[in-house]
């Protein structure tokens, strides 16, 4: 199994020392031996113009024009690129599945407004403690025997500028 972007904690060389987001991607696709296909290749694009995590259906929405990249084919390269750490999955709230790209192998987290599906990423000194407790968790579970350990952590609530919902009226 290769490790996701979740539980990898070796860090990953400087993007910039690299090469272009999309030289970077492509260098760890061959790495892992898989090939570089037309349809990977605008996948990998459209979520690197993105900078919120994205949906199946828009990620595929922005592929239009690209006959080449049906549905099932956004699907498969999703869960191989998850597989290799190359993006992050995350969740709204009823439960959709979005997908972000993730060339550096930083754990990001965010707090989704309930109201509007609205996704705002948690600042980086906030994102390294999280990151720290974490850590020591896996650390103890790694010394009770435990192996391939992830772990999904989204915060959910009503962003400042939402409009609650009405309450229910008293009967």
């Known amino acids: 199994m290769i490790e996701t972007q979740e539980t990898n904690t070796t860090p990953v060389a400087d993007t910039a020392a690299r090469g272009t987001p999309i030289e970077v991607a492509v260098a760890r696709l061959r790495a892992a031996g898989l090939r570089i ?6 996948i990998l694009n459209a979520l690197i113009r993105r ?3 994205a949906s199946i259906e828009q990620i595929h ?3 239009k024009g690209n006959t080449f990249c049906d549905l099932v084919t956004v699907y498969r390269c999703l869960a191989a690129f998850e597989e290799l750490g190359l ?9 959709t599945s979005l997908w972000q790209i993730n060339l550096a192998g930083e754990t990001t987290y965010h707090v ?15 994102s390294a403690e999280l990151n ?16 391939e350990i992830s772990h999904m952590v989204e915060f959910f609530g009503i962003s400042p ?11």
């Open 37 to 42: 296909t037309q349809p990977r290749i605008a």
């Open 51 to 53: 900078e919120q995590p």
């Open 132 to 147: 720290a407790a974490i850590k020591r968790v896996e650390d103890v579970l790694q010394s009770r025997g435990y192996s």
């Open 61 to 63: 929405n922005d592929l």
């Open 87 to 95: 993006v992050r999955r995350c969740f709204f709230h009823n439960g």
């Open 161 to 171: 500028g939402a409009n609650k919902p009405a309450a229910a009226p008293v009967a």
């Open 112 to 126: 989704v407004c309930k109201v509007n599906n609205t996704m705002e990423q948690l600042d980086p000194q906030t």
